[in-house]
């Protein structure tokens, strides 16, 4: 029976784990000539931990502020992300 697949959907938080998925969904995307969407994931350990902390340091930095770097973070690392896919084709 075969797959008809059209749209796949991976999570990341450009872990070292999630490396080897992030790169079977490329392969598999290309495979099967579907649409690949990509989706960073921030751990809520880390979230929570930050904006906890965010208190008691002598900063600046708010939990908005804090929500903005992980965002420019991760379209940093999606575009590098992208870029290497595609340069493996």
Same mark, same amino acid.
């Given at each position: 029976?075969?797959?008809? %697949?059209? @749209?796949?959907?991976?999570?990341?938080?450009?872990?070292?784990? *999630?490396?080897?998925?992030?790169? #079977?969904?490329?392969?598999? @995307?290309?495979?099967?000539?579907?649409?690949? #969407?990509?989706?960073?994931?921030?751990?809520? &350990? &880390?979230?929570?931990? %930050?904006? /906890?902390? *965010?208190?008691?340091?002598? *900063? *600046?930095? @708010?939990? /908005?502020?804090?929500?903005?770097?992980? #965002?420019? &973070?991760?379209?940093?690392? %999606?575009?590098?992300?992208?870029? !290497? !896919?595609?340069?493996?084709?």
């Amino acid at each position: 029976m075969p797959v008809d %697949m059209q @749209t796949l959907l991976v999570a990341t938080d450009f872990s070292a784990a *999630s490396e080897p998925a992030t790169t #079977y969904a490329f392969c598999l @995307t290309r495979a099967l000539r579907a649409r690949l #969407y990509l989706l960073h994931v921030v751990p809520e &350990e &880390e979230l929570r931990l %930050m904006t /906890a902390i *965010s208190q008691h340091l002598q *900063s *600046s930095l @708010t939990p /908005a502020t804090l929500t903005d770097i992980f #965002y420019a &973070e991760a379209d940093k690392r %999606m575009t590098k992300l992208l870029r !290497s !896919s595609v340069a493996e084709r």
